[in-house]
Every structure is written in structure tokens, then in C-alpha cells.
């Protein structure tokens, strides 16, 4: 604690000096933007947070904020911020990269960081392209994607990142697109206040290689057509005016679309429950067409943090020469 | 055959000079755990020694094939031991298999003792074996002891009731009680020993016990008076009651030590991988000190260990050589951002799988070498297990004071070899220092450097006023923003190589480990051979030969005083478990004409096999 933590905190403060070098139009300037607010809104001192990242232009994030930032190298962020939470627990670290690094050369890192549930908050800019590189296919990207690497277009099949990660065991799984500047804060926010690993699925733009790729998602004016917000114990509707709703078929386990006007009772439509794996993993399998795609905490239930399991706090060695020689 | 017999081969020569004994079997008949059990033993009697596991990869490999030999050497003697020995004095054979691959190291006129159970046609063809060596002469320069072990040891255990597997199970400590009485060693030690360990299963206790008594007495019993001098005691001079410690074990030590003496945890990660994952096995034991971190593989381990002395504790991880090939980027990371981080490599055969359990020193290009970019790291190497203790403390202070990735090469000899271990003095050692940082940060600037050592400042995320970000990226010297400028890139490469290369000015000048400071031949080993080189070298200059030997525990920067050592003999020549690894470095540092002794067998040097070399070496260059 120090002197910073006396006065109001304002995203301002946690901006850097250095010149953003992201592409004009980059999703990942609207992600910046809002990660500043939150951790503003967090409170936490520049100084007791700490910015983790792979390669890629996503990573390139921690070079833009105040905190303390580590550009490390492609696809290991997730287990060097593990050492960092093992070396000082009571750090706040987050961890930011793009799909080719939490997907694929750090795919096994992801789900290791996952299932221990190391007290970290992971936030995969998700824009189904390899942009540093100029523009190669991704682990996410759809099937048929042209591509400089795919100029017949892509045949394997995606990884659905949240899928994974619940497949992993994650416990805290949410999702968020960077445009919508007022829903991304509160997933952030609830990422942030889970003890353990909280995985953040933020489907982010990349206005050169891949524009559009998430069609109305992260558009501001008919993303409520084309997704769903979830909260925790309420009704999942969606649509402009709200009327249409998601009907969950137990037979099949799998939520279906209706129009709220067309439903015998609004009883029938589904709440959300983030607490069930079960649904969570059927909400994950949404997609477009045919279904909204469903924003907010899929799923968050609490389970003991890696780092507070082991028995490791602060810094300090709990060993003095006398503990050497009884030891020897 | 007789059931039992006392061949007396060759006449019995014994003095008082240094005792072999080699334990050979199945690796599923508990040879490790009898030869480690002797070793205890060897160190109650206080006698200086020195011991060698030789076994498979394999963990159960089939009972009785030739492959699935396991053996366990030890040496002792009143005076110095460098090495497991050459050959033994006394072998202990399990079955056919054993006693096939492992005669070749008994002494002509040695004590060879044989379970004669699996001595049937079954254990015969197991071993490929035409003729039962037993009745076909060929074991006749030999003292041969045969005993039915399965037989006598259930007989034995009777009184147990005891099924005929779990009674079986014993028979090595039936063997143990035999070579016990050999060498006149009591046996409560061990008693006491079984009572401990098997506290939660008194019956397992009771049961080895009753057989190590029921070995000793049957060997009291037949009189093996042939070899009764071996029973003469050999005190090693001014030695109390010393320990055992292994390389690894010492390692360990050497590790908490760091912890203790810098006042802060240190976080081990690494990735199970033979021979180095018993290392995490003996720091997992400690309950405080250390935080372990068994992580998914090789690259999370180095990445997280570098990610804690991000964090300002000091990562350490190990492999062995396939490990240390994927750590490289990581690795290269550190040197970019100038973190401490310790990287043990427990050498093993290679390349690839190779041989996971068999020692090599191959690895050592690649230590110095082997990254993308310039990117020099301090290399050290331990020559002994006692030496694994202060090379760790050594890579600590060189890790933090230069703020640098160190790597600390070992091999699979060292970390299994055992010998006897004199406590250090832990008050004489000085403090590790972290740095601290007063809380303002106005001015701080990451990557500006101590004029001295070149180092940047260590400043871990939490302390107050002086959040900066780091990173792969080329940083501008001084301020560490990403910088692309063509100046600044050569200047950071020479800062990065200049810091290594000052190490060298720290660290003590290299001096003649044996032998005359001036010469005809100059030998100089790294690493785990130290033993066999020292020993031969001072065999020879007892007979007058000017031969000198230097062993490097630093092997980048190299250190002071080799140039002038190498001017001061005609004649240099390095020993490695390589093909001349470390020859081509002196030659391409110094422009010497350095040649090389190499071995790549999988097995430490023979003392007689380098007493050989150098004399051939010292004929050539008297003719």
C-alpha cells in the first residue's frame, strides 16, 4: 500500500507513456480502454498490479498501461505468471494474449493455469487471425478462412475457447466483445474479484486481416440481436426490444431460441444459473446462426486458488541460518 | 554341485588397501537399497569412500534378462577416495544375467558371491548362457561363495508364515548380512534402521531384519575365512561419524541454503525427466524454504522460474539435456531482460532419449552456445557431490550479481554418486543480498547498470513508485523502452557479453589441482570426472611423472589463469564424456593446440583406462 491508494484512482492513471502502436481501428484500443477504467475502479495500486503477456499484438498490451509489465515470449504468459504468483501472491497479475497465444502454442499452458486454478485473470483477445504475423489463419479461425497460409480457405474445424477452457476445468469462464464498452467493464470486474483462474473470452476486431469476423457481435447497434447477457438468476432474453428468449430442452441439453411472445408462459424461459456446468458448457456450444451468442460469466464457481492450496504466502523465506543447520 | 563352497581361486593378497564392492541383480531385487545400506554402514566405520548406482532406465525391466541388470559399486579405504574404483575386491551376483554383465568388473582372484537359485536352465537361457557358469570352470580364478538365498531365506523367515513371494521379497537383505560379516560390520545399525522405516509395517521390519541376521550368521557359520582380512577396519583419519550425501542430495542442500541465506523463498519448477526429477523429489521434502512446482512441462517450468525472480524470489529449475533444449527460448528470455534464474542440466547420453540413465558431459556445447542470438550465460560445473552444495550458492551470487540466467551442469554420475559428506561450517558462508529499493522512483530507470558488474537494478513488482515494464523486445540502454535503433542494439550485445565475461574477475583464479606447476603434460577435466582424473594424475606423480591436473568449475567465462597454465606445459590434453567438447572451446579461446581423451560409453572414466592415456601421452613426448 502506498501513497497512490489516498486519492480516487482514474483510468488516466493507470495509462503509460509510451505510444500505442496498435493498427487505427484495432478492437484492441476500445480493450485498453476499458481495462484502465476497471482497474481505476478496482483501486489497487499501479505498483501491486502486474501485466503478463505472450506475443502477438495483443501482447503487446502491458507496454501501454502503468502497472508493471512483462512482454514475455509467444505462448508461455500464462506459466510465467504462475511463477510470479508462486514467488508473491499477493500480486494482482493478469495475463493478456491473442488466440494464437492462449490457443495454440500456449494452448497447453492455458489449460494447465486452468485446472490448478492459479489466482490469475486471463483475458484472450480472441480475433480469430494471426495479425502480427500479416494475417494467417488461427485456432479460431472458422472453417474456409482465405487466408495468406489457407488460399483455399481453411478446412479444420475451430477450437471454441470457452468449451476448452471449461473442458480444462476452469471455474470462471466468461465472455466479451471490445466494443461494448459498457458490458466488457462488469465481466472484467467479476474476473478480477474471482479467486483463482478466470478466463476471458473477449472477441476483439482486427480491422486489417480479419475485419468483421464476429459480424454484428461487436457492433454496438445489433449486438442484442446476436447475443445474449447473461446474469446470474435472471431470464435469458435477448433482441432489441427484448423479446426473444432462450428455452432450455432437457431432452436434448441444449438451449433453443423462441419468441418470447410465442411462449405459453414466461416461466418456461431459462435462467441463468452460472453455477451449473452442465448448462454452461450448452451455452458455450451457442454460436451464430441460429443461436445468440451468449456475454457475461458463463460459469464461475468457487474452488480453492493453486497458490493458497500450497501453502505459500508473501515473499519472504520462512528459513534462517539456525533453520539451515537443524535442516542439515 | 555342493549347496555350499568356498572356492579359494587365486591366493588371497589382502592389505589394507581400498576395498571394492559391487551389488549386482535385478533392479526389482533391492541392489540399490542393499548397496545403500552398505554405504550407511561403510560410514559408521568411518571410512572415506565413494559410490556408484549403475542401473537401467527401465523401472521393472523382466527378472533375470541381461537388460535389466541393476548394479550398485562402492570403494572405501582409511585414506582419500576419488572414485567408485575400477574394479571390485568382492561382487555380489543375483542371478546369471547379473553375474554375466558384471564379472568383467571383478578383481582376478576376487570374491565372488552367487544366489545359486535361478542357476536352472530358466535363469540360464534368461542370461543366454550355454553353460552354467557355476560347473563349467570358468568362474576358477575366483573366490566363489554360493548359497541358495531364495531357499535360506524363506527357511529362515519361517516362523513369519510368510507367503513364499513375500518371504522372497528379503533376500537382498539376507545377501547384505553375508557381505556384512565379510566385511565385519555389525548389523543393528541396519536393524534399527528397518525398525524406523517400516514403523507403519512392523512385519515388513521383522521380516528383513530376521534375514539380514539369518545371511550374517550363515556366513559366520561356514567360516569364509579366506577373505576374513577384509574384516580389518579402515579409519579414515580425523573422521568422525561422517553422512552420506549424493550430488543431488547436496543440491538440495545447497538450494535451501540460497533460501536461508537470502532470507527470501526460492521457487523450484521443473518437469519430471531422469536423472534430474529426483531433485524435486528431495526439495518437494522440505516443508518450508522452497516452493516446488512440478509443472506441465519443460517450457512452463522455465517460464514460471523465471516469472518468480521476475517477482524477486530466485527461480531455479532442471532437466536434463532434451529439457534444456526446450528451455532455450526462455532462457533467452532472461538474458534479454537480465533476470537471475538457475538452470541445472543433470547430463545424460544423448542426443535425444539416448541413454536417461548413464552419464555423459555432451551437453556442454549447447550450455555455452546454444541459444538464438548472442546470449553468453555463465556456465559452472561441480566436480564432486560435496562441490554440488557450493555451486549452488556459487550460481546464486553469480545469477543475482550479474543478473543473468546461470546454468549449472551436473550429470547423471554426480547426482546419484554418493560419498562421505563433512557438514560446512553454515556461520562462515556469507549472506545472499537481495536488493532493496527506497520508494521513489522519480528517476528509476530499469536497464541503467552497476558501473561495476554492469548489472541492472532487480526490482520486483509490489515495490512502491518504480512500475516499468520489461520485455523481449530490444530496450533502449538505460530507460528499457522498446528500442529498434541500430547503435543501441550492438551496444546492449556487448553490455549483455561484457557483464558475463566480467564474472570472471569475481570468481578465484584456476590453479593445479595435482601435480607440478610446470610440466609435461597438463590435464585438464570439468565436472564429474574429477575423481578418476585425480586419481590417476596423482598415481603417476608418485611415480615422478610431471603431469598436472586443473578441473574447471567455470566453463564460461573461463576462468583466470588458464592461459598462463596452458603456456607453462608442452603438452595439454582435456578428459570428457564427449567427443571433445570442451577441447574445441580451449582451442578456439586460446589457439592452443589442446587435444582431447574422450569417452561416450555411458560410464564414468576408469582410473586405469586415464593412467593409460597419459602415459602413452607422457612416452610420446619423451621419445
Known amino acids: 500500500m502506498n501513497i497512490m491508494d489516498v486519492k480516487q484512482l482514474s483510468a488516466n492513471d493507470f495509462g503509460s507513456d509510451q505510444e500505442v502502436r496498435w493498427c487505427p481501428g484495432c478492437g484492441d484500443y476500445a480493450i485498453l480502454k476499458v481495462v484502465k477504467t476497471v482497474l481505476a475502479d478496482i483501486g489497487r495500486s499501479p505498483d501491486e498490479v502486474v501485466f503478463v503477456a505472450g506475443i502477438g499484438c495483443a501482447a503487446r498490451f502491458p507496454y501501454y498501461l502503468s502497472t508493471y509489465g512483462f512482454h514475455t515470449i509467444h505462448g508461455r504468459a500464462a506459466a510465467v505468471a504462475t511463477g510470479v504468483k508462486l514467488a508473491n501472491p499477493d500480486l494482482d497479475v493478469w495475463v493478456v494474449g491473442g488466440d494464437g497465444d492462449f490457443m495454440s502454442i500456449g494452448g497447453n499452458h492455458t489449460l494447465h493455469a486452468l485446472r490448478r486454478n492459479v489466482d490469475l485473470n486471463l483475458l484472450l483477445f480472441n480475433n480469430a487471425i494471426y495479425g502480427l504475423t500479416k494475417g494467417q489463419y488461427s485456432p479460431t479461425s472458422p472453417v474456409g478462412t482465405r487466408s495468406p497460409s489457407t488460399p483455399g480457405g481453411s478446412v479444420e474445424q475451430p477450437v471454441n475457447a470457452a468449451s476448452f477452457a471449461l473442458g480444462a476445468g476452469a471455474k470462471f469462464v466468461a465472455r466479451g ?101 452442465d448448462r454452461a458448457f450448452a451455452l458455450a456450444q451457442m454460436e451464430q446462426p441460429g443461436h445468440p451468442v451468449p456475454l457475461g460469466v458463463l460459469y464461475a464457481e468457487p474452488c480453492p486458488d493453486f497458490v493458497e492450496a500450497r501453502g505459500f504466502t508473501g515473499t519472504r523465506s520462512a528459513w534462517d541460518r539456525d533453520a539451515l543447520k537443524a535442516l542439515l | 554341485m555342493a549347496e555350499t563352497a568356498v572356492a579359494s581361486g587365486a591366493a588371497d593378497t589382502a592389505r589394507k588397501t581400498p576395498l571394492v564392492v559391487r551389488f549386482a541383480g535385478d533392479s526389482g531385487d533391492g541392489i540399490q537399497l542393499a548397496g545403500l545400506e552398505f554405504a550407511k554402514s561403510t560410514a559408521e566405520a568411518k571410512s572415506d569412500f565413494m559410490t556408484f548406482p549403475d542401473y537401467p532406465a527401465e523401472i521393472r525391466a523382466p527378472a533375470g534378462t541381461l537388460f535389466g541388470v541393476s548394479a550398485y559399486q562402492i570403494q572405501f579405504d582409511s585414506d582419500e577416495v576419488l572414485t567408485p574404483g575400477d574394479e571390485a575386491d568382492v561382487l555380489v551376483a543375483f542371478n546369471p544375467a547379473a553375474l554375466k554383465t558384471n564379472l568383467q568388473n571383478l578383481k582376478a582372484g576376487g570374491v565372488l558371491v552367487v544366489d545359486e537359485t535361478h542357476f536352472d536352465n530358466r535363469g540360464l537361457k534368461k542370461a543366454k548362457l550355454e553353460t552354467n557358469p557355476l560347473e563349467d570352470g570358468s568362474l576358477d580364478g575366483y573366490q566363489l561363495i554360493t548359497a541358495d538365498v531364495v531357499k535360506r531365506t524363506i527357511e529362515a523367515l519361517a516362523p513369519l508364515e510368510l507367503g513364499r513371494k513375500q518371504a ?221 552444495f557450493w555451486i549452488m550458492l556459487e550460481a546464486a551470487r553469480a545469477a543475482i550479481d550479474a543478473m543473468t540466467p546461470v546454468i549449472v551442469l551436473s550429470d547423471a554420475y554426480l547426482a546419484n554418486a554418493a560419498s562421505d559428506w563433512e557438514l560446512p561450517d553454515i556461520d562462515a558462508i556469507p549472506d545472499i543480498d537481495w536488493p532493496e529499493h527506497e520508494p521513489n522512483g522519480a528517476d528509476f530507470e530499469p536497464f541503467a547498470r552497476d558501473p561495476e558488474t554492469l548489472a541492472r537494478p532487480w526490482v ?164
Open chain 1, 177 to 277: 466483445a471490445d466494443t461494448l464498452q459498457t458490458h466488457l467493464p462488469g465481466v472484467l470486474k467479476r474476473a478480477h474479484d474471482y479467486r483463482g483462474a478466470s478466463f476471458v473470452e473477449i472477441l476483439q476486431n482486427c480491422i486489417v486481416y480479419h475485419d468483421g469476423a464476429f459480424g454484428a457481435i461487436n457492433d454496438r447497434s445489433e449486438s442484442q440481436n446476436v447475443t445474449v447477457r447473461l446474469e446470474h438468476g435472471q431470464p435469458m432474453l435477448f433482441g432489441k426490444e427484448n423479446d426473444k428468449a432462450l428455452v432450455f430442452n432437457e431432452q436434448k441439453g441444449t438451449f433453443e431460441v423462441a419468441e418470447l411472445s410465442q411462449l405459453d408462459s414466461e416461466t418456461n424461459v431459462a435462467v441463468h444459473d452460472e453455477t451449473n456446468i
Open chain 2, 168 to 388: 522372497t521379497r528379503a533376500k537382498n537383505f539376507w545377501v547384505l548380512g553375508l557381505v556384512y560379516w565379510l566385511f565385519g560390520r555389525p548389523v543393528e545399525p541396519t536393524e534399527a534402521w528397518l525398525k524406523s522405516k517400516f514403523r507403519k509395517t512392523p512385519e515388513v521390519a521383522e521380516a528383513n531384519t530376521m534375514a539380514l541376521k539369518a545371511g550374517h550368521a550363515y556366513a559366520e557359520t561356514i567360516e569364509l575365512s579366506a577373505v576374513r582380512d577384509y574384516a580389518e577396519p579402515r579409519v579414515a583419519k580425523g573422521k568422525n561419524r561422517s553422512r552420506i550425501i549424493s550430488g543431488t542430495q547436496a543440491m538440495a542442500y545447497g538450494i535451501a541454503a540460497i533460501s536461508a541465506l537470502g532470507k527470501r523463498d526460492v521457487v523450484y519448477c521443473s518437469y519430471p525427466i531422469t536423472p534430474a526429477s529426483i531433485l524435486l523429489h528431495a526439495l518437494a521434502r522440505f516443508e518450508a524454504g522452497i516452493r516446488t512446482f512440478q509443472a506441465e512441462d519443460e517450457i512452463a517450468a522455465v517460464s514460471a522460474a523465471l516469472g518468480a525472480s521476475y517477482a524477486g524470489s530466485l527461480g531455479i529449475t532442471a532437466s536434463s539435456g532434451p529439457g534444456l533444449s526446450l528451455k532455450t527460448e526462455a532462457m533467452g528470455l532472461g538474458v534479454s531482460v537480465e533476470l537471475p534464474l538457475i538452470v541445472i542440466d543433470v547430463q545424460r547420453g544423448g542426443p535425444s532419449t539416448g541413454m536417461p540413465t548413464k552419464p555423459e558431459q555432451s551437453d556442454l556445447s549447447m550450455a555455452v552456445y546454444g541459444r538464438h542470438g548472442e546470449a553468453p550465460v555463465p556456465v559452472l560445473a561441480p566436480a564432486t557431490p560435496d562441490e554440488c
Open chain 2, 460 to 623: 520486483a513488482p509490489g515495490t512502491p513508485g518504480h512500475a516499468h515494464r520489461i520485455g523481449g523486445i530490444e530496450k533502449s540502454s538505460g530507460s528499457g523502452h522498446i528500442s529498434y535503433d541500430p547503435d543501441n542494439h550492438e551496444e546492449m550485445t556487448r553490455l549483455r557479453a561484457e557483464k558475463i565475461d566480467r564474472l570472471a574477475a569475481r570468481w578465484p583464479e584456476v590453479t593445479i589441482e595435482d601435480g607440478p606447476e610446470d610440466g609435461d603434460l597438463l590435464v585438464i577435466g570439468w565436472g564429474s570426472t574429477y575423481g578418476s582424473i585425480a586419481q590417476a594424475v596423482r598415481e603417476l606423480n608418485a611415480e615422478g611423472k610431471r603431469i598436472a591436473h586443473v578441473h574447471l568449475r567455470h566453463l564460461n567465462p573461463l576462468p583466470r589463469g588458464l592461459p598462463e597454465l596452458l603456456d607453462r606445459f608442452p603438452h595439454a590434453v582435456t578428459v570428457e564424456l564427449n567427443t571433445g567438447q570442451l577441447c574445441s572451446m580451449l582451442r578456439s579461446a586460446y589457439l592452443k593446440p589442446v587435444e582431447c581423451i574422450s569417452q561416450v560409453n555411458g560410464q564414468p572414466f576408469q582410473v586405469s583406462k586415464l593412467r593409460d592415456e597419459f602415459t602413452r601421452r607422457l612416452e610420446a613426448l619423451a621419445t
